[in-house]
């Protein structure tokens, strides 16, 4: 990893969106599919699940550790000034629908930081900042509306039966494995079920898409560098014969060990170099690496429970526009989630016992 600055960076401004005239249909279309998967889940246990990421293999305390002495283009929002931030971290897969981990699908990583200062945007909670992340650099898709055709997709196969998604997975996997071997992947595959079997804990976490970095633009990325953890990176886990085997490798880990990421930020050095508006484009790090603004530490701890789970998968949601203003959201494709996460978040807390509410300390995670 390098920490040098691009040579030239993007200043942001508001002209860099493109809006298209149909955005607010597609943006319905987006919601109305989540909301589907989340009604056909919903009728068939009676609990309200997330639309994505579902499953979740891990709930963590953590903390996130803001570095001194950041030159200029790295010291803005959030990062600003040097600090330290209880934050909670929730592990997950991406599908709507509670899976044997056998069907092995990208996962993802939550990050809530708490007790954040500044200026928010409207509809975000009082005092968070959160960040999506999955475990690859590229979005599966290139704009809003291939997004919501592929989406559509995904929802129709919500329900049906497990054993075929367990064929199908091992399928995707071998041909993701041909791929990789010559030098390439297939997103599309991965999501469908062809990620290859390895310990969660040994992925790095990308945003994918790009979101206001202060006077800049940037995209972000979690690190794994503790030993511990890097031991991990490719490490192959056996999960075929373990509902949850990816839970129960995380909760193995953290009854001994801690783990330590880094947070990056990926500088935009020009929109024609590395576009918003292409969801599916990978900027070059040659051109701009990513360097470290932060520190995210998670002691040993039990990382879940049955009570865990209820408050963090129950009771919290973690939605791009949670943030500063200064971190605001760029692209179609976050533009059309702002609409759908609040929907599906709203579906959650109407219907189920605990509803969603924003924790304002660590507390609201129990130890046992």
Same mark, same amino acid.
């Given at each position: ?20 005239? =149909? ?51 790295? +010291? ?24 044997? =981990? ?16 500044? =200026? ?10 959160? #960040? ?28 049906? +039966? ?117 969801? +599916? ?8 690496? #990513? ?6 530490? +998670? ?70």
């Amino acid at each position: 990893m390098s920490n040098t600055l691009p040579a030239r960076l993007q200043a942001y401004h508001d002209d860099l969106e493109v809006i298209e005239p =149909d955005e607010p249909e597609t943006a319905r279309g987006l919601a109305e599919t989540m909301l589907s998967i989340a009604y056909k889940t919903y009728g068939d246990s009676g609990h309200a699940i997330r639309s994505v990421h579902a499953k979740s293999h891990g709930v963590l305390k953590a903390e996130f550790e803001i570095l001194d002495n950041l030159p200029e283009p790295l +010291a803005q929002g959030l990062f600003a000034q040097p600090g330290r931030h209880d934050a909670i971290i929730r592990l997950s897969s991406t599908p709507g629908d509670i899976l044997h =981990d056998s069907v092995s699908t990208p996962r993802g990583m939550a990050l809530k930081i708490l007790n954040v200062e500044g =200026d928010r945007l409207e509809g975000a909670d009082a005092s968070s900042q959160d #960040f999506v992340m999955v475990n690859g650099k590229q979005f599966n898709a290139s704009s809003a509306k291939a997004f919501l055709k592929n989406l559509k997709l995904l929802a129709a196969t919500t329900d049906h +039966a497990e054993g075929l998604k367990k064929l199908a997975s091992k399928a995707f996997r071998g041909i993701e494995t041909v791929l990789e071997i010559f030098g390439g992947e297939s997103a599309t595959l991965k999501s469908m079920g062809g990620h290859p079997e390895t310990h969660i804990l040994g992925e790095s976490f990308f945003g994918q898409l790009p979101i206001r970095y202060g006077n800049y633009v940037a995209k972000i990325g979690v690190f794994p560098v503790s030993p511990e953890l890097t031991a991990l990176t490719d490490a192959p886990l056996d999960i075929n014969h373990d509902h949850d085997g990816l839970r129960h490798a995380v909760s193995d880990y953290f009854a001994q060990h801690p783990a330590i990421w880094e947070f990056r930020i990926q500088l935009c050095s020009s929109d024609a170099e590395m576009p918003v508006e292409d969801a +599916a484009a990978i900027w070059d790090e040659e051109i701009s690496p #990513f360097i470290t603004v932060a520190r995210l530490t +998670a002691a040993s701890q039990q990382s879940w429970s049955e009570d865990r789970a209820k408050a963090v998968d129950d009771g919290m949601g973690f939605r791009p526009w949670n943030a500063l203003a200064a971190h605001r959201p760029l692209s179609s494709i976050m533009r059309m989630r702002k609409l759908a996460y609040k929907q599906t978040q709203d579906f959650r807390s109407q219907r189920n016992v605990i509803p969603v509410t924003e924790p304002t300390g660590l507390n609201a995670i129990p130890d046992h």
